[in-house]
């Protein structure tokens, strides 16, 4: 009719409706808008919202790296390089930088794949990270942080329909960026599990279930592996990544690593192994045939750079052909920002032993890792004191998520209301303590079990608040629904 809508939900998009992405979801809106209640002088039992939703380093305090901030300050005002107040390994970085800028700013586009020196820095950084595999410069694509690298292979490897339609493997508890993207590209999520009782580990005889299952109503394609895992945070063994390796070759798909927590290794024994490192280890039989994609980021880890959106990915044994698709397909989005370019180029090539800044920055770097680590520790230690939560040791990245038990009351009172039982639980959290998680069926979960997610990122004096708090709440929750 004349005068109504082009645009209504019934003529949109149906794959943009059945995205979901609960980092962001409906308890943060709750979250925004009880902080502009507080704003407005409303009374609430908690005098400020602590967001534990989102892995936001800086947001919680973390302190930025002090020479990644100096080099991006001479990099956006080049008059600071005659300025007395830097040291001149930070003039040197900004100036190597501006050089591969267009116009000696970075202010202008780039390359479409990135800057060249910058994909080279990044090259080396994986060469000996991975004790001296080769990596070529070509095989890296800069990116707006990692998730849009994962969003353009994902991209890549959509097609058919009905049973042929492409099915990616995701771990559940998974990080909803894929589940989103799957769901605007009309692709097939295909659920894995990780089992809780063992650290979240990965079990091959669940992804050949999972795959069998899948087989029957579409072409499963790609298999997405998170390590170290978020939500979950397990870091996966040598000897798990092999068998993945192993059961990607035989069963014919393509592996996708997503590897940004690389530098968030906490637990005793555990250590992180890249699958590029282990593909090259296991032999030419693999190494020359599984395709693979890695991905990182200058988001996580010791940097917290999440504004920045830089990151980067690796494709390893890509068709020629379709490596070609590939570059057409991100010239369209002209190039990643350049100041993420820039700033995942000192991520990867930081100051060196015998330069000026060296001293300070692998101070930050250790204390900030040192930090999370305790907290780590903390989080799990305090949350297993609480009857009726579980949590598994965080062994890497930034987020605990420990198993709750809820009620059966409180079960079907969530049901009346519409809510997922642990949205239920998540939102009664918010409103009566002011603290912000996720729940756990926003990532996923066995069925009948619930689950939230939470940072570990508040600085230490506020963690132990905001444990002391949950714990406190769940054993009133407990109380009031039994």
């Known amino acids: 009719a004349v005068g109504s809508k082009v645009l209504t939900t019934d003529t949109m998009n149906p794959s943009v409706k059945k995205v979901e992405y609960a980092v962001r979801g409906p308890i943060v809106q709750r979250a925004v808008e009880i902080e502009n209640e507080l704003k407005k002088g409303a009374k609430k039992p908690f005098s400020e919202v602590i967001k534990a939703n989102i892995g936001d380093a800086h947001a919680m305090g973390q302190q930025p790296v002090t020479f990644f901030r100096q080099v991006l300050a001479l990099c956006s005002y080049p008059e600071l390089l005659n300025s007395p107040l830097f040291p001149e390994d930070v003039k040197s970085r900004a100036g190597r930088i501006l050089q591969s800028c267009g116009g000696g700013s970075i202010g202008a586009y780039s390359a479409s794949q990135g800057i060249e020196c910058v994909r080279q820095d990044v090259a080396q950084y994986i060469k000996q990270r991975d004790g001296g595999i080769p990596c070529n410069p070509d095989n890296i694509y800069l990116s707006t942080g990692a998730s849009d690298a994962i969003v353009t292979i994902l991209k890549l490897l959509v097609c058919g329909e009905g049973r042929t339609c492409t099915g990616a493997m995701i771990p559940i508890p998974q990080y909803p960026l894929y589940s989103a993207a799957l769901a605007e590209l009309g692709a097939v999520q295909i659920n ?59 069963e014919n798909l393509f592996l996708m690593a997503d590897e940004v927590y690389q530098d968030n290794v906490y637990a005793d024994g555990c250590h992180f192994h890249s699958f590029k490192k282990v593909l090259f280890e296991m032999g030419p039989q693999y190494s020359n045939t599984v395709e693979l994609a890695s991905f990182h980021s200058t988001s996580k880890c010791y940097m917290g750079e999440c504004g920045f959106r830089g990151g980067y990915m690796e494709v390893v044994n890509m068709d020629s052909d379709v490596k070609a698709q590939l570059t057409k397909l991100v010239s369209v989005r002209l190039c990643p920002p350049v100041p993420g370019q820039a700033l995942m180029d000192l991520v990867v090539n930081p100051p060196k032993p015998g330069e000026p800044s060296h001293a300070t920055f692998m101070k930050e770097r250790t204390a900030t890792l040192r930090s999370l680590a305790e907290r780590a520790k903390l989080t799990e230690q305090i949350l297993n004191t609480v009857p009726g939560i579980h ?84 054993m009133g929750f407990t109380e009031q629904f039994s």
């Open 192 to 250: 894995y599990y990780l089992d809780e009782e063992n650290c979240w580990s990965l079990n091959i005889g669940e992804l050949r279930r999972a795959l069998v299952d899948a087989r029957k109503h579409c072409n499963p394609r790609v298999l997405c592996i998170i390590n170290p895992g978020n939500p979950t945070g397990q870091v996966q063994s040598r000897k798990c990544i092999e068998d993945v390796i192993r059961f990607a070759a035989e």
């Open 391 to 474: 949590c598994n040791p965080v062994q890497g990245a930034m987020y605990s998520f420990p198993q709750i038990t809820i009620p059966e009351r409180a079960v079907q009172e969530a049901k009346e209301k519409g809510q997922a039982p642990d949205m239920f639980y998540c939102m009664k959290l918010l409103d009566e303590t002011g603290i912000c998680v996720v729940p756990g069926s926003g990532f996923g979960q066995k069925e009948g079990t619930y689950h939230f997610r939470m940072t570990i990122l508040p600085p230490t004096d506020k963690l132990k608040i905001l444990l002391q708090k949950v714990k406190e709440f769940h």
